[in-house]
């Protein structure tokens, strides 16, 4: 063998050497096979370098184009204590990463259903994913806000082109800020029947939240203002409030209860009532309804402060994910 044949075939090994086992194509790709000696992780991560997102900045009331793996600055230090340990960071970037990709219409995504213009995704925290323009916030927050951001684009970078993919398919990635010690089924929550890999797992790692419990006192006058007529009425005209537990959730919230005999659902009750989470037990005190919460957020998915918890305790940002999202697979998403 001569030693140009040598090295050719040297160099052919080494590429099928580093071709990853993880890398999953969905759809085709018009792209060549990586060039000798380069590794298709970096591939991937170049590739995704050029995905734009469309995103409609309620701030601006236009829709933006951007990187995607820019874009994920702005949603990291709007959705995420920055201060969170580098391991919850990097889960959180691969979910937000996750959960964009997923509504990308040039990947086959619906985009954002709330925006006066079409868009991929919308920056409110209620609807898509909270996004903060990254110049302005550290304008805002001075050398501490550097320091944060550098934080924030390492833990991109270090998950460059990753995604939560199940049976090869992205997943609805959805996260919240504190489950309280048990995750939710996704089908407790939304219609779309049961998602494997969005089950209620108890979580032991967000003890530390500001939000893992909580108490708040519903006068009854405030009762009566924000509850529907036909909810209100009977406690309006001096029966004594009864509250019944008629159904529970999977991840151990109110799915239904009747106040005074007429059926409320959990979330529709949290919503009119502003608490933090469906996961509540009650009294009934003079002054009004004490309520008992536990957690913030929908409970599905990815816990942020359990996440945080999870690195605490020295889990990877792989294992955090899958903890969460039992089933799935972590992979650099190739479109
Ligand atoms: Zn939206
Ligand atoms: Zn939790």
């Given at each position: 063998?001569?030693?140009?044949?040598?090295?050719?075939?040297?160099?052919?090994?080494?590429?099928?050497?580093?071709?990853?086992?993880?890398?999953?194509?969905?759809?085709?790709?018009?792209?060549?096979?990586?060039p000798?000696?380069?590794?298709?992780?970096?591939?991937?991560?170049?590739?995704?370098?050029?995905?734009?997102?469309q995103?409609?900045?309620?701030?601006?009331?236009?829709?933006?184009?951007?990187?995607?793996?820019?874009?994920?600055?702005?949603?990291?230090?709007?959705?995420?204590?920055?201060?969170?340990?580098?391991?919850?960071?990097?889960?959180?970037a691969?979910?937000?990463?996750t959960?964009?990709?997923?509504?990308?219409?040039?990947?086959?995504?619906?985009?954002?259903?709330?925006?006066?213009?079409p868009?991929?995704?919308?920056?409110?925290?209620?609807?898509?994913?909270?996004?903060?323009?990254?110049?302005?916030t550290?304008?805002?927050?001075?050398?501490?806000?550097?320091?944060?951001?550098?934080?924030?684009?390492?833990?991109?970078?270090?998950?460059?082109?990753?995604?939560?993919?199940?049976?090869?398919?992205?997943i609805?990635?959805?996260?919240?800020?504190?489950c309280?010690?048990?995750?939710?089924?996704?089908?407790?929550?939304?219609?779309?029947?049961?998602?494997?890999?969005?089950?209620?797992?108890?979580?032991?790692?967000?003890k530390?939240?500001?939000?893992?419990?909580?108490?708040?006192?519903?006068?009854?006058?405030?009762?009566?203002?924000?509850?529907?007529?036909?909810?209100?009425?009977?406690?309006?005209?001096?029966?004594?409030?009864?509250?019944?537990?008629?159904?529970?959730?999977?991840?151990?919230?109110?799915?239904?209860?009747?106040?005074?005999g007429?059926?409320?659902?959990?979330?529709?009750?949290r919503?009119?009532?502003?608490?933090?989470?469906?996961?509540?037990?009650?009294?009934?005190?003079?002054?009004?309804l004490?309520?008992?919460?536990?957690?913030?957020?929908?409970?599905?998915g990815?816990?942020?402060?359990?996440?945080?918890?999870?690195?605490?305790?020295?889990?990877?940002?792989?294992?955090?994910?899958?903890?969460?999202?039992?089933?799935?697979?972590?992979?650099?998403f190739?479109?």
């Open positions: 063998m001569t030693r140009k044949a040598a090295l050719f075939l040297l160099a052919i090994v080494l590429v099928v050497l580093l071709l990853p086992a993880a890398v999953i194509s969905l759809g085709p790709s018009t792209e060549p096979a990586p000798e000696g380069g590794s298709s992780d970096d591939e991937a991560g170049e590739k995704n370098k050029g995905l734009q997102i995103l409609y900045r309620a701030d601006m009331d236009r829709v933006v184009r951007m990187d995607l793996e820019a874009y994920l600055e702005g949603v990291l230090l709007a959705e995420m204590p920055s201060t969170f340990e580098t391991e919850a960071l990097k889960a959180q691969v979910a937000a990463r959960y964009a990709l997923q509504q990308m219409r040039s990947l086959g995504g619906e985009g954002c259903s709330e925006t006066p213009v868009a991929d995704i919308c920056t409110q925290s209620g609807h898509c994913q909270a996004w903060l323009d990254p110049e302005k550290v304008a805002q927050w001075g050398p501490e806000g550097e320091v944060l951001l550098e934080r924030i684009r390492a833990a991109i970078a270090e998950t460059s082109g990753e995604a939560l993919l199940y049976r090869g398919k992205l609805e990635a959805v996260y919240h800020s504190t309280g010690g048990k995750t939710e089924a996704s089908h407790a929550l939304w219609s779309g029947g049961e998602l494997p890999y969005l089950q209620s797992v108890n979580c032991p790692y967000c530390h939240s500001p939000h893992y419990r909580g108490e708040h006192l519903i006068p009854i006058a405030r009762l009566v203002e924000v509850l529907p007529q036909e909810l209100a009425l009977p406690v309006a005209s001096g029966e004594q409030l009864q509250l019944e537990l008629v159904s529970s959730t999977p991840g151990e919230r109110v799915g239904t209860l009747k106040i005074n007429m059926p409320v659902e959990g979330p529709e009750l919503r009119l009532l502003e608490l933090p989470s469906t996961a509540f037990v009650w009294e009934i005190k003079e002054e009004g004490l309520l008992h919460t536990r957690g913030k957020g929908h409970g599905a990815l816990c942020q402060y359990g996440a945080d918890g999870a690195a605490k305790a020295g889990k990877n940002y792989r294992q955090i994910l899958m903890f969460y999202y039992p089933g799935v697979e972590i992979a650099k190739i479109p």
